[in-house]
T-cell receptor, first 114, second 115 residues
């Protein structure tokens, strides 16, 4: 059982749709992350929030918009995605953002863009 | 910059065989090292970690020792089971040089264990 919960588990959307991915953790962690993972590849970092403030944006296209409403929740808003955005989107959390503490991952949302 | 190199897979073993997955790293500071495992259809699970030279991480029969002299963190298990079939990622975090705690992953090694 994972302590980082992601919803939905699967999402199919058209290129003109707007949808959101949600992530929740109750471990008291102060850093949360979004990753994108393509098949048979390691995860690629997209965004890092530390103490509810965006601290890293890895030059992600603006059609991906992160939001951190509070220290337990992390959203990723999607709009006008492209077929190449189809991937597994993973959320993770850690005690601190700028430390060597391990990150704990959710099971991901598998996104398919039609 | 920092990097992690893993042995290429897939690795195919029979049940009860000995497992080694090689991992070497390059880092400018004092990284922590991790092994993550990803089972089919799931996210990444932290398997074990080591935070300084000569530390040995262990969990579920898996072990890895942080070797600074050879910049390595090889994963070993004495007797694998079919349920160990998964993708294994070696990773480092070098917050003290990068000030981000960003995880640097290796390319992943697929392990298939046959009965």
């Amino acid at each position: 059982d994972t302590e980082v919960t992601q919803t939905p588990k699967h999402l199919v959307m058209g290129m003109t749709n707007k949808k959101s991915l949600k992530c929740e953790q109750h471990m008291g962690h102060r850093a949360m992350y979004w990753y994108k993972q393509k098949a048979k590849k390691p995860p690629e970092l997209m965004f890092v929030y530390s103490y509810e403030k965006l601290s890293i944006n890895e030059s992600v296209p603006s059609r991906f918009s992160p939001e951190c409403p509070n220290s337990s929740l992390l959203n990723l808003h999607l709009h006008a995605l492209q077929p190449e955005d189809s991937a597994l989107y993973l959320c993770a959390s850690s005690q601190e953002g700028n430390s060597n503490q391990p990150q704990h991952f959710g099971d991901g949302t598998r996104l398919s863009i039609l | 910059g920092d990097s992690v190199t893993q042995m290429e897979g897939p690795v195919t073993l029979s049940e009860e065989a000995f497992l080694t997955i090689n991992c070497t790293y390059t880092a400018t500071g004092y990284p922590s090292l991790f092994w993550y495992v990803q089972y089919p259809g799931e996210g990444l699970q932290l398997l074990l970690k080591a935070t300084k030279a000569d530390d040995k991480g262990s969990n579920k029969g898996f072990e890895a020792t942080y070797r600074k002299e050879t910049t390595s963190f090889h994963l070993e298990k004495g007797s694998v089971q079919v349920s160990d079939s998964a993708v294994y990622f070696c990773a480092l975090s070098d917050a003290y040089s990068s000030n981000t705690g960003k995880l640097i992953f290796g390319q992943g090694t697929t392990l298939q264990v046959k009965p």
